[in-house]
């Protein structure tokens, strides 16, 4: 078994105890007065338990229990010489470490149990002597085994609240640094969200007519597609500016453009017809909104835009030739968006789709309490694709009139 490395502070303070009371008995000094005759004669037999309690002292906070049990013996049999003050000194610190470093046990016990010897000891005294000058034995009692006591138990106390302290604090810097991770994480989902569905629409179509005008042979055909193409490009840098726009920290006088809502569903719409237009798609907006319909919530509408937007991409990417229906409703304290488009069987040219819209529409909707659903289906007798969401509006977060 490996013992505990002494500490430094501990060598010190025996080697300065040790120095000292060297020092007293070269000089003579003893505890004992002149006129005591001690049961153990001579000057020698006082350094024993100097030595004793000043080797003890390197194990103060080690062992601190043993010291001042081993120390008790020592200060006692000192009282046995002509006694040396420095074996009391130190014997008055063991008792202070042994409350300091002891076990939380012993540092209750021993303020007690050094408070109790006090007393026993000051009434015997003064029993035996009966003379005041029996207090002052329970003084020196006190001094050397009471009042390092209290004052290791306040010491104690001091360093076990400012450790407390220190953990709540790392405590809370650590919840602090996993809510910002969190906020992070979070904010990077919504972006990741936010220029996916800003700019897959236009690279979607970009990709679709670019593969047209390589794989035909047709110069009409070509430069229909590159209009197309040169549309999406510009529409895509609008759009990624927009979002730079919202990232940068802006101070004063340059605003961030608004976010996207619902009137712009028909100018998207119609660009989706324009970009299908290659691929035998057609688009119909149903707005089945009531036309005095308080305005929604501005992440309501924002979803809802986003949603539309997707799903008209993923049409571009799979849909087979048909009509595309995007559809809104509001009841219930909810709008409901519906798109519907022939199910995806033809070949030809697609944009390559890892199915990140589908996660980002779906988390988009719960994030607001909504439901989503999107999957195949039968409609009169004919497959389709059908992405609905159903997004929740509270009466009081919707927008005020103007």
């Not at 020592?74 to 042994?98: C, E, P, S």
């Not at 408070?115 to 009692?141: H, N, S």
């Not at 057609?282 to 707005?287: G, M, P």
């Not at 004919?382 to 977060?397: F, G, N, S």
Request: hydrophobic content about 45%; some cysteine; overall charge neutral.
């Amino acid at each position: 078994m490996r013992l505990p490395r002494t500490h430094r502070d501990d060598v010190l303070i025996a080697a300065a105890g040790l120095a000292c009371g060297l020092l007293l008995w070269a000089f003579g000094l003893h505890s004992q007065g002149p006129g005591h005759r001690p049961p153990v004669p001579g000057r020698w037999p006082t350094l024993v338990p100097l030595f004793a309690v000043t080797a003890l002292a390197m194990v103060r906070r080690t062992r601190p229990q043993t010291a001042l049990a081993v120390g008790t013996v020592a200060v006692v049999a000192d009282q046995f010489t002509r006694g040396n003050l420095m074996t009391i000194v130190m014997f008055a610190d063991l008792v202070y470490a042994a409350v300091v470093y002891g076990t939380p046990a012993a540092a209750r016990r021993i303020p007690v149990s050094t408070g109790l010897i006090t007393i026993v000891v000051t009434l015997g005294f003064l029993a035996w002597f009966r003379e005041p000058v029996a207090l002052l034995i329970g003084v020196v009692t006190a001094l050397i085994t009471f009042f390092p006591a209290i004052t290791g138990a306040v010491v104690r106390n001091h360093r076990e609240a400012a450790d407390a302290a220190r953990l709540r604090a790392e405590q809370t810097a650590l919840l602090a640094e996993m809510d910002r991770r969190q906020a992070v994480i979070a904010e990077r989902s919504r972006m990741a969200r936010e220029l996916h569905d800003m700019v897959a629409n236009h690279l979607s179509a970009i990709a679709i007519h670019s593969t047209a005008a390589l794989s035909l042979d047709d110069p009409e055909t070509s430069r229909d597609a590159l209009g197309v193409i040169r549309e999406n490009s510009v529409d895509g840098l609008a759009e990624m500016r927009r979002l730079i726009g919202l990232l940068r920290d802006t101070s004063g006088h340059d605003a961030p453009a608004a976010a996207p809502t619902l009137d712009g569903l028909d100018a998207l719409v119609r660009q989706a017809g324009a970009n299908g237009a290659a691929s035998g798609l057609t688009f119909r907006l149903v707005d089945g909104r009531a036309p005095a319909a308080e305005p929604l919530p501005a992440p309501v509408e924002l979803a809802a835009y986003r949603i539309v937007q997707e799903s008209l991409t993923n049409t571009l990417k799979h849909a087979d030739p048909g009509e595309v229906t995007v559809a809104l409703h509001s009841a219930d304290h909810a709008l409901t968006v519906r798109v519907t488009s022939p199910f995806g069987t033809r070949p030809g040219p697609r944009a390559p789709g890892s199915g990140a819209g589908l996660v980002g529409m779906r988390e988009r909707v719960a994030l607001l309490g909504g439901a989503f659903e999107a999957g195949p289906a039968e409609h009169r007798g004919e497959k389709i694709w059908r992405v609905r969401a159903e997004l929740p509006v509270a009466e009081d977060d919707k927008e005020p009139s103007a």
